[in-house]
Antibody, heavy 121, light 110 residues
Framework: QLQLQESGPGLVKPSETLSLTCTVSGGSFSTSTSYYWGWIRQPPGKGLEWIGTIYYSGNTYYSPSLKSRVTISVDTSKNHFSLKLTSVTAADTAVYYC????????????WGQGTLVTVSS | QSALTQPASVSGSPGQSITISCTGTSSDVGGYNYVSWYQQHPGKTPKLMIYDVTNRPSGVSDRFSGSKSGNTASLTISGLQAEDEADYYCFSYTSNNLGVFGTGTKVTVL
């Protein structure tokens, strides 16, 4: 059973880049053909938002509303994947979850515990 | 790609049944049988309740069931219990290999 854990700064200044890492333990995830690995966020008191995913092939898929600012990448040597979100504003303040999506997003099998990122000067 | 539409809130008395709708388009809910539902209690990580429209993971109560008609998927909770009070989100595969969540529904047990 894989376990996911997010890490990164809890406070980011406006206009800067938000960077988070999701470390996967309990097995190697990067070569799995069954899963997409990605990110979901939830602003305080609001709903869930799908940010994007990366497949083992390296193909990435991003929410159209965030596509111009998002990059998801994988570091297989460290068994982790990462999120970068540029030019952040207060609207990007949220709990960020890393997640494992089975099949064509048929279900989300794995969730990190979530990490709150606040955008403020 | 807009969020799927869910009612903001649904309520019911213990023992009753409630249904939460999730409306999308032919590019997401209506086009694929890849709708899943998640339960989220305050401060907790979402929990998978239904996948592939109607399938229930092991360990999830059979009081939870899913269905779909056209562009609208539904989650029904039968025999409502106090522990079912939570937020519920639908999620769907969309064309071009993207994903989209519903707006979320707060379930209140009266």
């Amino acid at each position: 059973q894989l376990q996911l854990q997010e890490s990164g700064p809890g406070l980011v200044k406006p206009s800067e880049t938000l960077s988070l890492t999701c470390t996967v333990s309990g097995g190697s995830f990067s070569t799995s053909t069954s899963y997409y690995w990605g990110w979901i966020r939830q602003p305080p008191g609001k709903g869930l938002e799908w940010i994007g995913t990366i497949y083992y092939s390296g193909n990435t898929y991003y929410s159209p509303s965030l596509k111009s600012r998002v990059t998801i990448s994988v570091d297989t040597s460290k068994n982790h994947f990462s999120l970068k979100l540029t030019s952040v504003t207060a609207a990007d303040t949220a709990v960020y979850y890393c997640a494992g999506f089975w099949g064509s997003y048929r279900r989300i099998d794995y969730w990190g515990q979530g990490t709150l990122v606040t955008v403020s000067s | 790609q807009s969020a799927l539409t869910q009612p903001a809130s649904v309520s019911g008395s213990p023992g009753q049944s409630i249904t939460i709708s999730c409306t999308g388009t032919s590019s997401d809910v209506g086009g694929y049988n890849y709708v899943s539902w998640y339960q989220q209690h305050p401060g907790k990580t979402p929990k998978l309740m239904i996948y592939d429209v109607t399938n229930r993971p092991s360990g999830v109560s059979d009081r939870f069931s899913g269905s779909k008609s056209g562009n609208t998927a539904s989650l029904t909770i039968s025999g409502l219990q106090a522990e079912d009070e939570a937020d519920y989100y639908c999620f769907s595969y969309t064309s071009n290999n993207l994903g989209v969540f519903g707006t979320g529904t707060k379930v209140t047990v009266l």
